[in-house]
């Protein structure tokens, strides 16, 4: 049985973001990590791993040279392989061109199962398992807080604001998880060194028979015009709570703006 | 002048706020076309009408409910092929997003998620990188497919006088391929829906898992209760309540953080609130650097001084 995990390559949200010139996220001018919210996914493929002995992890990732980090650190909690699609022609690339890619790996791929995080921590879209699961006509069963599998047969919990909802599908499907699914694991001293022995694969638009001229920004179906960092804000009015100061303070704000 | 399609979600039979929004928004490109899923009962066809529907379209295949999401996107992509909307807008919810991104797919247009506004040549407003960048862009290929968050706009009354029309939809096997096999219900709390409350009051941690007087707050104020993902995790508060990065955005005109410190992913669902009061006994929080009124002190002193001055002054 193969899992391919997809894992991003994101600015790190703690330091400084911003944009590049062309409108991109600039992710040559701040440090860069796994996603975090896509280490969920790969712990929840580890966790089936350890469950069983034919399952095998590949983790992939479309991104720039540095986006190897993202594989490596994978690598280091425990999968067992990785993949990654780089292309300087990708730069650039919207949600359509993105899935468009990605969808053509996994076929290359053959995986049974496919496990993504729940949104990237730089586009934030959400969108990205839902759109690979269009292209391929796969089930997709999106936002698990629980994950699990049995039978060539995938079962998720979805928690929506009305509902606790239980979802099925068969495999091959697509799933992602959210970070409620679990804590994932820190990498071991062993898993490091294994690590650098595991394979890696690069592979270009060449190698998935993808045009050039289809991904990146000039093909992008979606176009940022402008970007404008947020003014900073005016320093409010900091009051220490003594002699019931903070209350009276906060009741004035209240009034003020005719909250009560 | 064309049309443009919007997705009113329904909760239990009436239109969400967000609904209204859009029809708002969408008045701006062209003629709002509502598609509703499920029946389009006599208030909810009301409710469209006012804000400016000039047509409801009523979707109720049973696949609707029994299949997550993707009939959904199918009903669209061939309701999309007949109306030839100008633009079609969705609610940024999970579920909306996703059917928004199947959507693009299948008509072959471009993506737009969480839009905070939305002009009349199409340009949409984003707020991104935890609220610390705005964004416009806009769609060059296809029929924009544009996903907006709650609290955008203010709905705006525009009389109109649809018909609704029942619409027949062809959902294919493959879209039937993740099912929902079973439904649980939540309680509702009766506290207004946290992503359209003009007040959220919030705890974090430092409530040490107490959350009356959160509540109690937030019910003088008419407001919602949300909490930071550390209360979440510890079990004080069900994770529908949760706002930052990986719960909710909110976007109220007072929103009160409570022994909440401000990390960036929780700043990132609260950041683009209009006022904001903290309450944290560490004068070094990053919360303060948001707050227009920052209290440094013990929440558990400030919080009942403040009800009870309230409850006074109300008499
Ligand atoms: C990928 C990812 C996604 C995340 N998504 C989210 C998200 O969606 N939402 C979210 O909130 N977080 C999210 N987080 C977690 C986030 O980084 C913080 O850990 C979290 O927001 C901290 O919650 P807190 O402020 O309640 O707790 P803490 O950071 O522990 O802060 C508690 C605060 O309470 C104060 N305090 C303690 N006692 C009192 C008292 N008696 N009176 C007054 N003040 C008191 C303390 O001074 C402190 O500032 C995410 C993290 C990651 C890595
Ligand atoms: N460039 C990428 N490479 C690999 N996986 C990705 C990439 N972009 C998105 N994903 C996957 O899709 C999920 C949702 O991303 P998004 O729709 O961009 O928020 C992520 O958590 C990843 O699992």
């Keep these: ?260 | 002048m064309s049309e443009v399609l919007i997705v009113a979600e329904q909760v239990d039979s009436h239109v969400s706020r967000p609904a209204l929004e859009l029809l708002t928004l969408a008045r701006r490109l062209g003629d709002p076309v509502a598609v509703v899923f499920g029946e389009a009962d006599e208030t909810v066809a009301k409710a469209l009408a006012e804000y400016g529907a000039i047509r409801v379209l009523s979707v109720s295949d049973p696949a609707l409910n029994d299949y997550l999401v993707t009939p959904k996107a199918e009903a669209l992509a061939q309701i999309a092929e007949t109306v030839r909307p100008a633009a079609i807008l969705i609610t940024s919810t999970p579920e909306g997003k996703e059917i928004a991104g199947r959507l693009a797919v299948k008509l072959e247009s471009g993506l737009i998620t969480d839009a905070t506004d939305l002009a009349a040549d199409g340009t949409t407003t984003q707020s991104v990188f935890a609220g610390n960048w705005t964004v416009t862009a806009a769609v060059p290929r296809g029929v924009p497919v544009i996903t907006v968050k709650p609290n955008a706009v203010t709905p705006e009354v525009a009389p109109a006088e649809p018909a609704v029309e029942q619409v027949e939809v062809t959902v294919s096997d493959t879209a039937k391929s993740a099912r929902i096999v079973n439904s649980e219900p939540k309680q509702s709390s009766g506290r207004p829906e946290l992503t359209e409350a003009g007040v959220v009051v919030a705890g974090g941690r430092g409530t040490g898992g107490e959350f009356a007087a959160i509540e109690e707050l937030a019910d003088l104020l008419g407001g919602a209760v949300g909490a930071s993902r550390a209360a979440v995790d510890a079990g004080w508060y069900p994770y529908a309540y949760q706002i930052g990065q990986t719960g909710k955005t909110v976007s109220p005109q007072l929103y009160i953080a409570a022994g909440i410190s401000g990390a960036i992913q929780h700043r990132a669902g609260m950041q683009t609130s209009k006022a904001i009061v903290a309450v944290n006994k560490d004068s070094e929080a990053p919360i303060f650097a948001l707050a227009d009124l920052g209290i440094v002190g013990d929440l558990n002193k400030v919080l009942p001084a403040v009800i009870e001055k309230i409850k006074q002054r109300k008499g």
């Design chain 1, 1 to 260: 049985m193969k899992i391919v995990v997809l894992v991003k390559y994101v600015p790190d949200a703690t330091g400084e973001r911003s944009f590049a010139a062309d409108g991109t996220v600039d992710r040559a001018g701040s440090d860069g990590l796994l996603s975090e919210l896509d280490e969920y996914a790969v712990e929840q493929a580890l966790q089936i791993a350890d469950k069983r002995d034919d399952v095998e992890v590949v983790v992939m990732t479309l991104g720039p040279e540095d986006a190897a980090d993202a594989i490596k650190r994978s690598l280091q909690m425990g999968a067992s392989a990785g993949i990654h699609i780089i292309d300087d022609a990708v730069h650039g690339s919207d949600a359509a061109a993105t899935s468009a890619i990605l969808a053509e790996a996994i076929k290359k791929a053959v995986p049974d199962l496919v496990i993504c995080g729940m949104a990237s921590t730089d586009g934030t879209m959400g969108v990205i398992p839902a759109m690979i699961a269009e292209r391929l006509d796969w089930p997709a069963a999106t936002l698990g807080a629980t994950l699990s599998l049995a039978d060539d047969r995938i079962t998720i919990r979805r928690d929506t604001d009305v509902a606790s909802l239980t979802i099925e599908a068969s495999l091959p499907a697509i799933v992602s998880v959210t970070d409620q699914s679990g804590d994932a694991r820190y990498p071991s001293m062993k898993g490091i060194l294994a690590a650098k022995k595991k394979p890696v694969e690069t592979w270009t638009l060449a190698d998935l028979a993808i045009d050039t001229s289809s991904v990146g920004l000039d093909a992008a179906w979606s176009k940022v015009l402008q970007t404008t960092p947020r003014p900073p804000k005016e320093p409010g009015r900091i009051i220490v709570d003594e002699d019931d100061a903070g209350s009276a303070a906060f009741v004035e704000f209240l009034t003020a703006g005719k909250y009560i």
